[in-house]
């Protein structure tokens, strides 16, 4: 892996011009979990997307890029809230999709490295419709991982999972993907407070930073300081427009 | 079992009602068989029967591969290339306006009476189903995926032959189904328009001669074939989606 860039992203979204969001200003710092929370239709995901180089629908009037001025094209890896996983392949096959779609060798070590990590070993062979829920988001991220990029986006990927399966993933992801620059769009003040170095507040009125507490991440969901920090960021989505 | 025993049971309704059908309308024998008769001629011209469903069936058979096949590169080329889209596409809307069964007497006139012209007439019947419904299918593409291959910096080709084509599997599926029961109409129109073998051939033959129950026998052979070939089809493609 590269060493992780910084993500910013300014201005304002149009699609067929109707306002989308903006004016925003939006920074990612380098190697850390940024969350972006608000409420869903914000924008949020149209932010996301514009980094990851996709939305061709939306205007953007404005810049979006990486702090160190290279394009970001093969510096990003995608997780959305669908594990957008391959009904054909296997768990090993969907990955190494990555290295299949560029035409490389599929590197089968790392990739059973990683789906043990991810707690999936005794799995690889199985079709993604014998797995669970929380088992395919742990395939999608292996695959995440597979792609070994320096910047992350994550699109609400844990939202559609049980509580408890929520929190494991949680903490999965934030261990595995700790080091790098990370934006992770969710709607859920609780996912926030665990798990953001830094949470940017996305409402209408535009963005501001609600500084978390300090110490590590996953931060501990019933401690005292996350429930009260998870109060804030909800009392704040609750008087935004 | 259940699906046999109900199958077997529509079936002896069917053949209950049609022996009531004859008895009771009186019908003459030249008119309407009954199945008792039918079954009968079946069995006492099996070889002749035998002879000229050997000859449909590989007309069927070699029409619904060749067609099939032309059909899966013809969705491909269609998907995969936006300026093929624009040129070929009208023809082929076009050429839908013509009943293939018009081109029947010309297909005889240039591929003569053997084999040829109802290989012919099957792969035409067939194309247009086969590549349609898979170029639709190769056309609809869950966006998550595309988008995914995408920032996995895929080129076009491999997202084509990696994601749209298996995801596109089952429209193809469901186009060779369609094929399965447009083939044999194919090969029976074009050995009606000019043949010396095959069922289509020996009904026109029974009924020119007033041999009705003959004519039913072939009919029936044919759609039991047709029948097969369907459910075979319908197996092939189950089972290829699942492994
Ligand atoms: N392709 C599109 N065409 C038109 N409007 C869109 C399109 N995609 C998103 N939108 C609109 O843009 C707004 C923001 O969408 P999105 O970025 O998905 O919000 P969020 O992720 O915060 O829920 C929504 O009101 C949505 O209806
Ligand atoms: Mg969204």
Redesign the interface.
Known sequence: MTAAPALHLSGCATIDGAPIFGPVSVEVPRGRWTCLLGPSGVGKSTVL?LM???GDEVTLEGTVGAGDGAPL??R???M?Q?D?L?P?LDVTGNVT??A????QPPQLDRARAVIEQVGLTGHAAKRPDALSGGQRQRVALARTLM?DRPVVLLDEPFSALDARSRALMQDLAATLLAGRTVLHVTHDAAEAARLGHNVLLMTQGGITSVPPPDGPTPRQFDAPETLEYQGRLMRLLMVAQ | MMAVVRIAGVTLLALLGWQAVVTLAELPRFILPGPGLVFTTLWTSRALITEHALVTATEVLLGLGLGAALGFASAILLAASPAARSLLRPILVFSQAVPVFALAPILTLWLGYGLLSKVAMALLIIYFPVTSSFFDALMRTPPGWLELARVMNATPARILWRIRVPAAMPGFASGLRLAAVYAPIGAIIGEWVGASRGLGYLMLLANGRAKIDLMFAALLVLAVLTLLLHASIDAACRRLWKS
């Open positions: 997307r990851a180089g996709l094209g093969a990003v890896a995608l959305a669908s957008l391959l054909w999709l990555g299949r779609l560029r035409g792609e």
